[in-house]
């Protein structure tokens, strides 16, 4: 079966998305180098506009849009950066955007939206299906459903990313090792690996993903799509999907290495570590990866890592609190 | 008289600093632009190596040093941020490096110029002599003294800041404005100001500096070096110099508009926005120039403004405290 999308796609999205995206800034820290054994590369998706890498996406979808349903508008599902991405990259293109999110996403993530034009429509995660809710809206106003990760053209937007790393990894001399995605859906990993086929063949997508919420690694052992967690709570409410996508995960099974999950401690600890020696703001989704990176050195070969801290969209409190935690942590 | 540092100087210590000192992104938020007003770009030196602008000078400095002396060692008087760079910078020129700092300097500056492997000797900020201590250990070891901002080489490491400002000024479309420094003694608010000059003469250099430390915005009205604050509190650890700088102020004089002060509670909300909308970590004597941008703006012109957010290193509580008390503000 053909995978849904291609390098030609990433190649495509690329050219749509110069001078709207930013290409985010490869960073290194001596001190973290020092605590974590090896050189590791952070992809600061975080600096990205909307604060994630998710405008990349939004905006690939949106510049590949039908002019006519363009004009009529989108919808998306999301708890908080893909809604972002969409609603401002529905703003720059003159887009109606309507975005369905729960009604616990984080506050910053829901008056961050409704700060780039959206109407937000909110949803009782544990007891009304935002798929019905969706497709109703959509219906009545004609507008063009955007999914967060089963989507080709998304998947072609979050593989710009890829492409970047490519360059900006052989620029700082690294061109074999893992690139670790944080992973919830698989978009980001998914255009990152076809981006690194291509432009990095040294280079392999290895996702983190949450504990409980590890569907992505389960799958990729399997061999095939399997469902987990659930019902479980974890911090990183940006990446808390429970199996892998339709779309994303054919991409991922045969260029993805072995996955890796992290404690929701290890993720607060990461976000502290990335205030601290990165002088960046991860959201806890966001931090995973560079958790892996840290509390899981042993399952990682060679003198130089590369992980995406992928978001920055993070209630004040749980920042505050993880610094409380974390932050006199070296 | 001749001043201290040239464009030329500026120039050579861009070539000496390539492929050791990270070239900053310029930053815009979408969400920010709408809160201040206008365009504020952002040169993000936080993300620096070290975590403040001030690697530059303490490389410019080092790599420009005669080998004999560089071997013998180099000293310098800081509070963090320039012990930092100067540590970092010694450490990876194989020289050894003494650092006296006030021992109430934050936790994290002290902890952190350990860790790039110099030597800090601690003194009493309101009884002992800082200059006497390093005469004494200076003279003894025969170490090179580094000064923080009245020393040519370190102005001019500060001033490829501004030349890359100037690109990247240029890059967002941005030609004319105001640039707003965070201002001590002056090195980089003196060093930007001679690169754009030459590079990008549309722009002009503003200082930023804290309420009771305005010492240069003081200056810069009189024509000439006058002293203030001394015994004040201020949170902005990094910039409370008390008088301009011998070298410094001559170049600034006939280059810089009128300086702005902030109230420690701007710069503490400025931290906040910062984290908010930019996703990066400033410090309050980094926040300052952010904090006019967001606070001063009927004392700015234009669509667009500049600024700088030189360092990030703060000890969490500091940081936590204003996430907490600013968090929630737009």
Not at 99 to 104: F, L, N, Q, R
Not at 131 to 147: N, P, Q
Not at 313 to 329: E, H, Q, R, T, W
Request: with cysteine; hydrophobic share 45%; glycine share 12%.
């Amino acid at each position: 079966m053909a995978e849904a999308a291609t390098i030609e796609d990433i190649r495509a999205a690329r050219a749509r998305l110069a001078g709207a995206a930013r290409r985010t800034p490869l960073l290194e820290s001596d001190a973290l180098n020092a605590l974590a054994g090896r050189r590791v590369l952070v992809k600061a998706e975080c600096l990205q506009r909307t604060g994630s890498f998710k405008f990349r996406g939004g905006w690939s979808a949106l510049s590949a849009l039908d002019p006519e349903a363009r004009k009529k508008g989108v919808i998306a599902f999301s708890s908080g950066n893909h809604a972002q991405g969409v609603a401002l990259a529905a703003k720059l293109h003159g887009a109606p955007a309507v975005i369905v999110m729960p009604e616990d996403a984080p506050q910053a993530k829901i008056s961050g939206t409704r700060g780039y034009g959206a109407e937000v429509v909110t949803y009782d995660r544990f007891g009304e299906d935002r798929e019905a809710i969706g497709a109703r809206i959509a219906g009545e106003r004609g507008l063009t459903l955007i999914r967060p990760y089963d989507e080709p053209m998304v998947i072609a937007g979050q593989g710009t990313t890829g492409l970047e790393i490519a360059e900006q990894a052989a620029e700082a001399g690294v061109t074999e090792g893992d690139v670790i995605v944080c992973c919830g859906g698989g978009g980001l990993a998914a255009g990152i690996a076809l981006a690194l086929e291509e432009a990095a063949p040294g280079l392999r997508v290895r996702t983190a993903e949450p504990a409980f919420y590890d569907d992505m690694a389960i799958s990729l052992r399997s061999g095939r799509r399997e469902r987990c967690g659930a019902n479980e709570k974890s911090i990183c409410d940006a990446i808390v999907t429970p199996m892998p996508g339709e779309l994303t995960f054919p991409i991922l099974k045969g260029r993805a290495g072995p996955g890796f999950a992290v404690a929701d401690e290890e993720a607060r600890c990461a976000m502290a570590t990335a205030w601290k020696h990165l002088k960046i703001v991860a959201e806890p989704g966001g931090a995973v990866a560079l958790a892996a990176a840290l509390f899981r050195r042993e399952e990682i070969e060679g003198d130089a890592v590369i992980v995406t801290v992928s978001g920055g969209n993070v209630d004040p409190a749980v920042f505050a609190a993880a610094l409380s935690d974390y932050g006199d942590a070296p």
